[in-house]
Structures are given as C-alpha cells and as structure tokens.
C-alpha cells in the first residue's frame, strides 16, 4: 500500500495525464482495476479546441506533442467521464489547467463537490500553452499563488505537476510545498522542435512542442533525486518510463509513486506489466 497524504493506493503505478484519456479508452487493453491511480487528461473550465494540426510527431527515443489542452470542459467530465472512472474503483485524480490562480481555484473549488474525485494534480506546466507568456510552474512566487488559492478552494489531496523547462526544480517544488501542495509530480515535457529537411518547416504547427519518451528519462531521474532529497512532501516520478525497471529507477531515486505516460501508446497494457515487475523485483530484494 502507498500512500500520498490520505491518498491510498494499491501499487505505485499510476496512469500519467494526457496518455490514458479517461480510461475508458483502454478499457478491454488493460485490467484497469490493477493500476495504483489514474490521472485524467487535462481539463479546463470550458472546452478547448487545442493546437492546430499537425501536433504530434516521433523523434528519436521519443515523441512531440502540441496538443494544446483539447478537452470538453469540466461540466462535461462531470456528467459524461466521471460516472465510468468512479465504476473502476481504482482512485481519480482530475488533472486540470488554467490562465490564472483564479481559473485554478474555480476548477478545483467544482470538483470539490464531486466525491468520485480523489485528488487534484495541478498541470502548471503544460509548455504547449500560453505561447510566449511563459509557465506558472517557471515562476516560484506563480506557483505558490496557484496553489495556494487551489489549497483554500478544496480539501482534496494535491498534486503539482512541475515543469523541467527551468534553471532550479528545487526552488519551483519548494514554493509549491510553501502553497500547500500534499505532493509534487515530475516532470512534464520538455520543450523542443523538429524541422522537415525537405520542406523546411517545422513538424508541427504549433512549431514546438513537448518532448517525451525514453530521451528524456535520465533528465526525469536526475530531477526527481534532487527534488526527493530537498522536499518533505512525497515526489511522483515520470518521464521515459517505458519497463519495470525504469519505473524502479524512479523509485530508487526517492520518488514514492510513478506515472507513465507515453509507453501507453506503444503498449496500451504496460502499466499491469510494471506493477508485476515492481512486484517481482520487491520479493526478489526482500
């Protein structure tokens, strides 16, 4: 059993945001009772249309994305997605995002009402929005305020997705444990660019995007650690996690939990397969 502030789960495998939808996606690929969580996709307080086309391509060791958010809106999770997560019986934690503190503290201030809802994992660190305003997770002081504001909205266990794409992880994850964050989750994508040779133009429309994938795994561990050793509050890994022994990687260098994320569209049931090997490698070393 682990657990992350009240937060119980059976394993430390979690299902990142963006990768898994709302599960029921998957539904008939994986035994979704297995998993130790699941973290929806991302949504907004009203829907989002997202980037244009094209916003996904493969690089080497990994993927760009630009997707932008696309979501239906927090009504709409509510009366269309949360009925068929809360049957899994597995917890819910509702990633969401926001232009401000206050777009924030509205959305968590809703699904605070909604007892299906186990945890709230703030995606300040989305680089794929906001084009040239930079990130909330970029700045500590916009972090503190986020969570903060989010902390006085609900009673909810939270998490605070934070971003790479800055000079000092320590201090951003600081100041989210200052705003009263129950948990910290790194990291999100890193930003980067792909071009067409034969055109000359960039892969995607958005121009760039976030990279993951196994490329970006040891800048994932390397975070964590440092961020596992400077905080009190439990760290959840990710970042390239593609096998038991990647996750175990996470979990070694001090994160409590894992998200994986990318692996799930090469290997729809690579969650069930890590928990088995982060099963079999613990009896193996006990």
């Known amino acids: 059993m682990i657990t992350i502030g009240k937060l119980k789960l059976k394993n430390p495998v979690m299902a990142a945001s963006g990768t898994f939808g709302y599960a029921k996606e998957f539904e008939g690929l994986i035994d979704l009772k297995k998993l130790g969580a699941i973290v929806t996709k991302t949504i907004t307080l009203e829907p989002r249309q997202g980037n244009p086309m094209p916003r996904i391509c493969e690089t080497s060791s990994g993927m760009l994305n630009a997707i932008g958010l696309q979501n239906e809106g927090v009504e709409n999770f509510i009366d269309e997605k949360l009925p068929y ?18 777009e924030f503290s509205k959305l968590a201030k809703r699904l605070d009402k909604e007892k299906d809802v186990d945890g709230i994992e703030l ?10 305003k930079g990130l909330i997770a970029q700045c500590p002081e916009a972090t503190c305020e986020v969570v903060s504001k989010v902390r006085e909205a609900t009673a909810k266990i939270l998490i605070t997705k934070l971003s790479p794409n800055v000079t000092d992880i320590v201090e951003i994850a600081r100041s989210a444990c200052k705003g009263g964050t129950d948990a910290v989750s ?11 040779i034969e055109t000359g133009k960039p892969k995607l429309a958005n121009i760039t995007g976030g990279l993951s994938g196994p490329a970006i795994k040891p800048i994932a561990v390397r975070m964590v650690y440092e961020v596992a050793k400077n905080i009190k509050k439990p760290v959840i890994g990710m970042g390239g996690i593609m ?10 260098a001090g994160a409590k939990a894992v998200e994986v994320g990318t692996a799930n569209f090469i290997e729809p049931g690579v969650c069930e397969t890590i928990v088995k090997g982060i099963e079999r490698w613990t009896k193996k070393k006990s």
């Open 186 to 196: 790194l990291i999100n994508t890193l930003l980067g660019m792909a071009i067409d």
């Open 85 to 102: 997560l809360a049957k899994i019986n597995v917890p819910v934690i509702v990633s969401i995002s926001g232009d401000s503190a206050a």
């Open 123 to 132: 995606n300040i660190s989305c680089p794929n929005i906001n084009k040239g």
């Open 243 to 252: 096998n038991a022994e990647d996750a175990i990687e996470f979990l070694l």
